[in-house]
């Protein structure tokens, strides 16, 4: 039975979010990965007649989270939050704490506690979609900005990621591939081959990257930074 990972672009605060919806390809039950915005979900969802059982978050954030209420309201579901942020996820129902598997409509899902952005934020690993959600943690091509946490928290995070399977898709919390290269523009020894990749991602809808790329290209996650 195949699973879907559907990128839903939520941009109405202009702050390109990714909200993800996962569900079986022979049901009609679906699963949010950071509700970012109510409309955009609520139009995907219509046009596929599926109805959200879940929405996991990453982080508290106000721009992953602004769509859970009122998705809440409308299709009863559950909310998943990371157990430090609990009391910040607005409607937030269920724990989901480092290491500890959840299974959802069949599927299951691993929380990692990936510090640095924020103090509790998690990332979820689904192993049979070889799919991995970075959340506001790990970009295409950058990292996210330390609020939280310290740079050795991030440092360690990223590690996590890295030990991960070369081949596992990461579906970052938004679109940030532009201005990521913008910023990594200095850092890189040959920005040609950054650009070539930029303008083939856009071609292909930009996401999902995959580590094995990001080792590559992601200044923040190479080994040696050349500056
Ligand atoms: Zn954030
Ligand atoms: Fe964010």
Redesign the pocket.
């Known amino acids: 039975m195949t699973t879907i990972i559907t990128p839903v672009l939520c941009n109405e605060k202009n702050m390109a979010n990714y909200a993800y919806i996962i569900n079986k390809e022979n049901s009609k039950k679906a699963i949010i990965i950071d509700a970012a915005e109510e409309k955009p979900i609520l139009n995907y969802l219509k046009k596929q007649n599926l109805t959200p059982t879940h929405i996991i978050t ?2 508290h ?1 106000f ?2 989270v602004e769509g859970n209420l009122g998705l809440k309201e409308k299709y009863n579901l559950k909310i998943i939050a990371p157990i430090d942020e609990f009391d910040k996820v607005p409607g937030a129902d269920i724990k989901a704490s480092d290491n500890t598997l959840l299974t959802i409509n069949e599927i299951e899902v691993l929380p990692i506690l990936a510090k640095g ?2 103090n509790g ?1 998690m990332i979820y690993y689904i192993k049979e979609l070889e799919a991995l959600f970075t ?2 943690v790990l970009f295409n091509l950058c990292v ?2 330390l ?1 939280e946490g310290t740079p050795h928290q991030m440092f360690e995070s990223l590690n996590k990621i890295k030990s991960l399977p070369n081949n596992t898709k990461i579906f970052p ?1 938004h679109e940030y591939t532009r201005s990521c290269i913008e910023q990594s523009m200095l850092k890189l020894p040959n920005f040609d081959t950054y650009l070539q990749k930029m303008y083939q991602r856009e071609q292909q809808k930009l996401c999902p990257t995959t580590i094995d790329e990001e080792k590559q290209f992601n200044p923040y996650l190479k080994e040696t930074i050349t500056i």
């Open positions: 990453t982080h954030h721009d992953h952005h924020t934020h959340g506001d996210g900005g609020f919390g």
